[in-house]
């Protein structure tokens, strides 16, 4: 089982559209419609921003939107703010249930 | 509101047991139909998951620590338990406990606990 593959960094200024991908295998982002992502800033708890793939908890911005093609699931985030800079990961179902989550991508807004 | 909370030792010596709990307030462990799972940071690094205890009492771990690893409850306490045998300085991290529930994702999460393993 390994780690779903996400860039280290990615950056935008204010008002730009980021994307970050989270490319895993046939095994687990392949096969299930079951990728989340979740927000993390630094000493805070992880939070859901998307299940599902493309769906939005009640409460999160429209900002962040979700969407997979092949083994490659990504996280797009419209129109950047501040506030959005923190670290994302990206987490799938991978069979048997048992899960496996991204390595992490730290987001900038210059 | 679903909260949880873990607590543990915070410093534990190589090769022995981590054993962390998780307390579970505003739902009751027994009536729910949450997975209760584990994951941790080690410092530095991401996310791993660590494993799942589902409503039927089944559990599910990361293969990379299954032969080292339980997770258990106690309902009349509303506790989690996760135990982490003969561990290394590889077992340093922050430990969460999450929710997960219909949204199919880990949907509620504790602020977490740090282990340090060192001697």
């Known amino acids: 089982q390994s780690a779903l593959t996400q860039p280290a960094s990615v950056s935008g200024s204010p008002g730009q559209s980021i994307t970050i991908s989270c490319t895993g295998s046939?095994?687990?982002?392949?096969?299930?419609?079951?990728v989340s992502w979740y927000q993390k800033y630094p000493g805070k708890a992880p939070k859901l921003i998307i299940y599902?793939?493309?769906e939005r908890p009640s409460g999160v911005s429209y900002r962040f939107s979700g969407s997979k093609s092949g083994n490659t699931a990504t996280l797009t985030v419209s129109g950047l703010q501040a506030e959005d800079e923190a670290d994302y990961y990206c987490c799938s179902y991978a069979g048997s249930s048992t899960y496996v989550f991204g390595t992490g991508t730290k987001v900038t807004v210059l | 509101q679903l909260q949880l909370q873990e607590s543990g030792p915070g410093l534990v010596k190589p090769s022995e047991t981590l054993s962390l709990i998780c307390a579970v307030s505003g739902a009751s462990i027994s009536a729910s139909t949450y997975y209760w799972g584990w994951i941790r940071q080690p410092p530095g690094a991401g996310l791993e998951w660590i494993g799942n205890l589902h409503y039927d009492g089944r559990t599910y771990f990361n293969p990379s620590l299954k032969s080292r690893v339980s997770i258990s409850v106690d309902t009349s306490r509303n506790y989690v338990y996760l135990r982490l045998t003969s561990v290394t300085a590889a077992d340093t991290a922050l430990y969460y406990c999450a929710g997960y529930g219909d949204f199919d994702s880990f949907d509620v999460w504790g602020q977490g606990t740090m282990v340090t393993v060192s001697s």
């Open positions: 599902e793939g493309s």
């Open positions: 046939s095994s687990d982002v392949g096969s299930y419609n079951l």
